[in-house]
């Protein structure tokens, strides 16, 4: 049989795990371990000769070529996007260039600008008696646009 005292430390050992009843570790015990366990892992780490300083300065110079990687990646994808748009600016212009060609050449034709006096301007077409032929030798030496002029303003 067990004597009072000694059921006393073994209830108090036991109380904390409940329903598992398992005895408390050796304290000391734990710490040789985790000393042991640091130490291993300290020798298994190559440290260079110079300390940490350098370990620390290379880790930062990575994180900034990184950081830098990753800044220029993003102004090359904005660039690239600003491009792409101009581009289409472009594109929508020469197509506007396009229709505004056409409507010159359609508009140049004779018959457009035979329509249009008619309509908007009243014009009619000259009959056979009203019609003028000049020819290379009808032309007059002072200038054709000076006679023109005299006969409207006078």
Do not use: C, H
Not at 41 to 62: D, H, I, N, T, W
Request: hydrophobic share 40%.
């Amino acid at each position: 049989m067990i004597a009072p005292e000694q059921w006393y430390e073994y209830q108090k050992q036991y109380q904390k795990y409940g329903i598992d009843m398992k005895p408390q570790e050796d304290v000391e015990a734990r710490r040789a371990e985790r000393r042991r366990r640091a130490e291993k892992q300290a020798e298994s780490v190559a440290v260079p000769k110079g300390g940490r300083k350098p370990v620390l300065l290379m880790v930062l110079a990575v994180t900034a070529v990184l950081i830098l990687g990753v800044v220029l990646a993003s102004t090359a994808a904005k660039l690239t996007y600003d491009i792409n748009k101009a581009k289409a600016q472009n594109d929508a212009i020469a197509g506007e260039i396009g229709d505004l060609d056409v409507k010159i050449m359609s508009s140049t034709k004779i018959s457009y600008i035979e329509g249009a006096a008619k309509s908007e301007l009243g014009m009619k077409s000259a009959g056979a008696k009203n019609i003028v032929y000049i020819s290379a030798e009808d032309v007059p030496e002072e200038g054709f646009a000076e006679i023109i002029k005299e006969k409207a303003y006078n």
